[in-house]
């Protein structure tokens, strides 16, 4: 399986503009810019991409893992908060902070534990990227 994703860009790193699209169509032209990757300008960037990613990816992983553990969730929201830090080697993702809900009625606390922390560890995102991954994972 491949997936595959584009990125234009014209003009210099701070007065320059790029877009990036998605072969799927959910992305098109969709803007990044100096300002969105490093100041609050409107549009998109690559470490809010790859936060969503890792959300996304964790959620179906959590899913797939309390599904192996006899539990069904009726739903899991899941925040990935990704740093990005100037290192001496060059800006960096130093961390990925998860913040997980899970709604699953009589759940089991320690096999949800088990499960939470299997997803994190299994999850394609997760394994991908080399750096610092917490995360609060709870039942509500």
């Given at each position: 399986m491949?997936?595959?994703?584009s990125?234009h860009?014209a003009g210099?790193?701070?007065d320059?503009?790029g877009?990036?699209?998605?072969a799927?169509?959910v992305?098109k032209d969709?803007?990044y810019?100096?300002?969105?990757?490093?100041?609050?300008?409107?549009?998109?960037?690559?470490?809010?991409?790859?936060?969503?990613?890792?959300?996304?990816c964790?959620?179906?992983?959590?899913?797939?893992?309390?599904g192996?553990?006899?539990?069904?969730?009726e739903?899991?929201d899941?925040?990935?908060?990704l740093?990005?830090?100037k290192t001496?080697a060059?800006?960096t993702?130093?961390?990925i902070?998860?913040?997980?809900s899970?709604?699953?009625?009589?759940?089991?606390?320690?096999k949800?534990?088990?499960?939470?922390?299997?997803?994190?560890k299994?999850?394609?995102?997760?394994?991908?990227?080399?750096?610092?991954?917490?995360?609060?994972?709870?039942?509500?």
């Open positions: 491949t997936r595959t994703a990125a860009w210099g790193l701070k320059g503009k877009t990036v699209s998605t799927s169509g992305l969709t803007q810019s100096f300002s969105t990757r490093f100041e609050n300008g409107a549009g998109t960037n690559p470490e809010e991409l790859i936060a969503a990613a890792h959300a996304g964790f959620s179906m992983a959590l899913s797939g893992q309390l192996n553990a006899g539990m069904t969730a739903s899991i899941t925040k990935a908060s740093t990005l830090e001496d060059g800006f993702i130093t961390a902070h998860l913040d997980v899970v709604k699953i009625p009589g759940a089991d606390q320690a949800f534990n088990e499960a939470a922390q299997n997803a994190k299994g999850c394609p995102v997760s394994r991908v990227l080399n750096t610092n991954i917490t995360m609060d994972a709870k039942l509500v």
